[in-house]
Structure formats: C-alpha cells, structure tokens
C-alpha cells in the first residue's frame, strides 16, 4: 500500500493528488493508495481523507510500502522516524500550493536522506523503483538505517527537553 498525506495547510494539493490517481486508474501502480488530502479535489481512484487524526496517520505511515509526502518538515521527519523513507513531492508556490518555495529549499537540504520528486510527470517511476532508489542512497548516505539513527537521536533531544 502507498501512504501519500498532503498535510493541513489550507491550499490544495490537486497536483499531487490528480497524478497519484492517474497512475492508479493507468495501471502505472499496481497497489492500493490511501490519500490524506486536506484541502484537495477528492480523487476517484484512490481511497482517501481529507483530514486524519495523527494516531490515524501514524498507522497508514507504519502499513504503507512506500509514504509519499509534502514537503512539511514535521511529517518527513515522521517518516524517518519510523525507519522509511518517504518520497517527498514539496509544494510549490508556481502551482498555488503555498505561499513561497520554502519546501522545496527544505526537500533540496535532505535530499540525500529522501527521494524528491519536483516533476509530477517523475513520481510513478520513483514509487515503481523506490525500493532500488533508497538503496542507492547507502546506509551512509540516507538508507533506513540513518532514519532509524536519526529517529534515536531526536527522541534524545526531546527527552532531554521534556526532561527539563
């Protein structure tokens, strides 16, 4: 199953959404993809929510082959934190999805932890072979074992927040 959250932020997302459910109505992918879509034209392939509580979400992420994401810090690191590693597709500001390109700068930032995809026309090629691409990247480089690591490391730190 292919996990993709768009996030709350009130300007959809239809880009994304619209090219997750043409992948799936071509046969391009050939699993179930559930969509949290906040703000975004319902798609008619694919299941889907508008909004999702965040233990809801946290379910999908952990079920999910592959979570497909926006370029929102907090969820990326999400899914580092549990193990994965998302696709990330950043809204962008040409499209009406946000208000300026901070998500691309941030997706560009940790590109060797992810896989970005900027051009839509690049996602079912990067969900067909996500597997083959995050083993590309290396432990070193960005692989499931440096989310794991990272996800230690940051449980660390709020613990020693929460701890003060």
Known sequence: MIFATVGTHEDPFDRLVIELDRLVESGEINEPVHIQRGYSAAPRRCTHDAMMGFADV?????????????????????????????VVVPRQSAFGEHVDDHQVRFAHRIADRVLVVLDIADLGATLREHAQRVAGLGPAAGGPERARAFAERLDGLCAGLIGR
Do not use: D, S
């Open 58 to 86: 946290q379910a999908k992420m952990r079920e999910a082959r592959v979570v497909v994401t926006h370029g929102g810090p907090a969820t990326i690191m999400q899914v580092l934190a549990l193990g994965k590693v998302p």
